[in-house]
Nanobody, 122 residues
Framework: QVQLVESGGGLVQPGGSLRLSCAAS????????MAWFRQASGKEREFVAV????????YTAASVKGRFAISRDNAKNTVYLQMNSLKPEDTAVYYC???????????????WGQGTQVTVSA
């Protein structure tokens, strides 16, 4: 069992930055690929980024590539999402996810966090 708790969301102006954190409970954190998804109001949940068990490999969605970066600290059981050059279309609830799959999709997520709201607006 893995419990995930996100933090770091909030209101930011266009062009600004935020860093999301996701703290995991349990001693199995390092056995899961970790990912971030987001869901805007009225839209389906979409993949943002994934990082492998060791943190040596990452993959980022084209819509955020070059602006967002995922990282993890296995010693702290925490995964991060650094978001730069934020745009209004990045507004969404951001969810942390744990999966045994690298090519992670919504159905392949084993554990979800509760989500944290990110709003990009002037």
């Amino acid at each position: 069992q893995v419990q995930l708790v996100e933090s770091g969301g909030g209101l930011v102006q266009p062009g600004g930055s935020l860093r999301l954190s996701c703290a995991a409970s349990g001693r199995t954190f390092s056995t899961y690929n970790m990912a971030w998804f987001r869901q805007a109001s009225g839209k389906e949940r979409e993949f943002v980024a994934v990082i492998n068990l060791s943190g040596g490999s990452t993959y980022t969605a084209a819509s955020v590539k070059g602006r967002f970066a995922i990282s993890r600290d296995n010693a702290k059981n925490t995964v991060y999402l650094q978001m730069n050059s934020l745009k209004p279309e990045d507004t969404a609830v951001y969810y942390c996810a744990a999966s045994k799959s690298w090519a992670v999709t919504v159905p392949q997520v084993d554990y979800w966090g509760q989500g944290t709201q990110v709003t990009v607006s002037a």
